[in-house]
């Protein structure tokens, strides 16, 4: 399933009826809901990062476009080497036309940043690696 059917399924929701709508694939997962509703999936909403040898993996809660800026004309939120604090805002995702700051799960140093901005991201998606030691 590429970007811009996504991106479609999104537009085509926005433009309906429908107040919530749920598409599930070997691929991804996608929970669309309208009108300030919200999701029951905030309980069993996938953790956003794991611990593996190299370090926590900061993974995207959503699937959206990966931003590394409050806005093109401004400095990235984190660069590789950056220490971050546990609750620094890192990246945004844009959704549905909705802007989701991500924070920083763990205080550490970024060791790797794994997507480029504008990019389409999935949910699960490593973003960016942090080392806690």
């Known amino acids: ?12 929701f926005e433009a309906s009826s429908l107040t919530a709508f749920e598409l599930e694939t070997a691929e991804l997962k996608i929970k669309l809901q309208k009108d300030g509703q919200k999701l029951v999936k905030e309980q069993n909403e996938p953790k956003t990062i794991s611990q593996n040898s190299h370090g926590y993996e900061v993974k995207s809660p959503l699937v959206g476009t990966f931003y590394s800026a409050p806005n093109p004309k401004e400095q990235p939120f984190v ?15 844009e959704a549905m036309k909705i802007m989701n700051e991500i924070t920083a799960p ?27 030691k």
């Open 106 to 132: 763990v205080s550490g140093i970024i060791t790797e940043i794994k997507v480029s901005n504008n990019e389409a991201v999935g949910i699960d998606q490593v973003l960016m690696v942090i080392d806690t």
């Open 1 to 12: 399933m590429d970007y811009q059917f996504i991106q479609k399924i999104i537009k085509d």
């Open 79 to 93: 660069r590789v080497g950056q220490k971050v604090k546990e609750g620094d805002p890192i990246c945004i995702i």
